[in-house]
Nanobody
Framework: EVQLQASGGGLVQPGGSLRLSCVAS????????MSWLRQAPGKGLESVSD???????AYADSVKGRFTVSRDNAKRMVYLQMNSLKLEDTGVYYC????????WGKGTQVTVSS
């Protein structure tokens, strides 16, 4: 079975940093683009960052310059380094396999609060 487990979330003050990790299994990881999704309180699912199978990346305007996505195909891992966190970054973050339809696993809670 496809498994996508995100971890590394927590409570952080504005301006702080967190590093999220995702471990993937059950599919040929290196053949797929991956992305990070998030759902803020009371809002819908948003695509935050994409990383292609050739390591090209893309970011939502709201996180450009602050977040960095990377992957390690040998370890079947995806990472999201989040710096300069803002209150509006609060939400549940999910690791997603870029298929049609999207395929995401269990998320990790990120709370940015004073």
């Amino acid at each position: 079975e496809v498994q996508l487990q995100a971890s590394g979330g927590g409570l952080v003050q504005p301006g702080g940093s967190l590093r999220l990790s995702c471990v993937a299994s059950g599919f040929r990881f290196s053949s797929f683009a991956m992305s990070w999704l998030r759902q803020a309180p009371g809002k819908g699912l948003e695509s935050v960052s994409d990383i292609m199978n050739d390591d090209r990346t893309a970011y939502a305007d709201s996180v450009k310059g602050r977040f960095t996505v990377s992957r390690d195909n040998a370890k079947r891992m995806v990472y999201l380094q989040m710096n300069s966190l803002k209150l509006e970054d609060t939400g549940v973050y999910y690791c997603n396999r870029v298929t049609i339809p999207w395929d995401w696993g269990k998320g990790t809670q990120v709370t940015v609060s004073s």
